[in-house]
C-alpha cells in the first residue's frame, strides 16, 4: 500500500526501462484509488491481478503499442494464457497505470502497426494469435 491517494502495483522491470530509455522518472508503479475504482468497476476481472499479481504482469510484459495521447504509453503482457494491456502515465509526478484491462484480438489487430516487441521470445505466439 502506497501514501495518501496511491497504491503500490510494483517495480518496473529493467527490460521495459531499458527499451524506453529516460521516460519513466521513477521505478515504482502506482494507482490512484479513484483510478483503482474506476478499473474495477469497469474491469472486475482483473481485480486479481491488482491485488496480488501486477508484479508478474510487469515482469511478463513483451511488447509496446503506440497509443494517440501525449505522456502514455501502452504495454501488452502475457499472463495466465491471455493478453493484458496496461498504459502507464508520466504526467504526473509518480508512475502511475492508467487503465489495465484484458485484450481480445479485435483490440490486439489494431496494434501490428505500431508494436514494438521488448522481448522477441513472445512474438510467434502473438502473431499467431492475431491472425
Known amino acids: 500500500?502506497?501514501?495518501?491517494?496511491?497504491?503500490?502495483?510494483?517495480i518496473i522491470t529493467s527490460l521495459i526501462l531499458h527499451n524506453i530509455r529516460n521516460i519513466f522518472s521513477?521505478?515504482?508503479l502506482y494507482i490512484t484509488k479513484n483510478k483503482y475504482n474506476k478499473?474495477?468497476?469497469?474491469?472486475?476481472?482483473?481485480?486479481d491481478i491488482l491485488h496480488n499479481n501486477f508484479q508478474i504482469v510487469l515482469d511478463n510484459t513483451f511488447a509496446t503499442c503506440n497509443y494517440d495521447k501525449d505522456g502514455l504509453y501502452n504495454?501488452?503482457?502475457?499472463?495466465?494464457?491471455k493478453y493484458i494491456i496496461f498504459s502507464i502515465s508520466t504526467n504526473n509526478f509518480y508512475?502511475?497505470?492508467?487503465?489495465?484491462?484484458?485484450?481480445?484480438?479485435?483490440i490486439l489487430k489494431k496494434c501490428p502497426n505500431s508494436i514494438?516487441?521488448?522481448?522477441?521470445?513472445?512474438?510467434?505466439k502473438f502473431v499467431e494469435f492475431t491472425n
Open 39 to 47: 478499473v474495477l468497476q469497469k474491469h472486475p476481472e482483473i481485480q
Open 95 to 106: 508512475t502511475e497505470v492508467a487503465t489495465i484491462f484484458y485484450a481480445n484480438k479485435r
Open 1 to 10: 500500500m502506497g501514501s495518501k491517494n496511491r497504491i503500490l502495483l510494483g
Open 26 to 28: 521513477k521505478q515504482e
Open 75 to 81: 504495454f501488452i503482457s502475457h499472463y495466465e494464457d
Open 116 to 124: 514494438k516487441f521488448i522481448n522477441e521470445n513472445h512474438k510467434e
